[in-house]
Nanobody, 119 residues
Framework: QVQLVESGGGLVQAGGSLRLSCAAS????????MGWYRQAPGKQRELVAT???????NYVDSVKGRFTISRDNAKNTVYLQMNSLKPEDTAVYYC?????????????WGQGTQVTVSS
């Protein structure tokens, strides 16, 4: 098991930046993938970005070139740097840890942090 705690959300004007952090309760070195998801009011939760244990990152098209995901294994923390924010980025952002053990996948979630982008 791993507990995840997000921080760094808030209110920002369009064009601004925020950096989200996700602190894990234990080492993330062996976790197969860490990711950020978001859920806007009335919409389904969507994948924003993931980063593998080897450092490979993937992004949803709508954030490519604006968001950067990174992980610091020494600090058991994953970050999401968000630049050039748009009102449509407004959502609750959730941290996810995905671990595969004995061919079974396990997902762990944080409580979420609100990001609001004003126009």
């Amino acid at each position: 098991q791993v507990q995840l705690v997000e921080s760094g959300g808030g209110l920002v004007q369009a064009g601004g930046s925020l950096r989200l952090s996700c602190a894990a309760s234990r080492s993330i070195f062996s976790i197969n993938a860490m990711g950020w998801y978001r859920q806007a009011p009335g919409k389904q939760r969507e994948l924003v970005a993931t980063i593998s244990s080897g450092g490979s990152a993937n992004y949803v098209d709508s954030v490519k070139g604006r968001f950067t995901i990174s992980r610091d294994n020494a600090k058991n923390t994953v970050y999401l740097q968000m630049n050039s924010l748009k009102p449509e980025d407004t959502a609750v952002y959730y941290c996810n840890a995905h671990q595969v053990l004995a061919l079974l996948g396990y997902d762990y979630w944080g409580q979420g942090t609100q990001v609001t982008v004003s126009s």
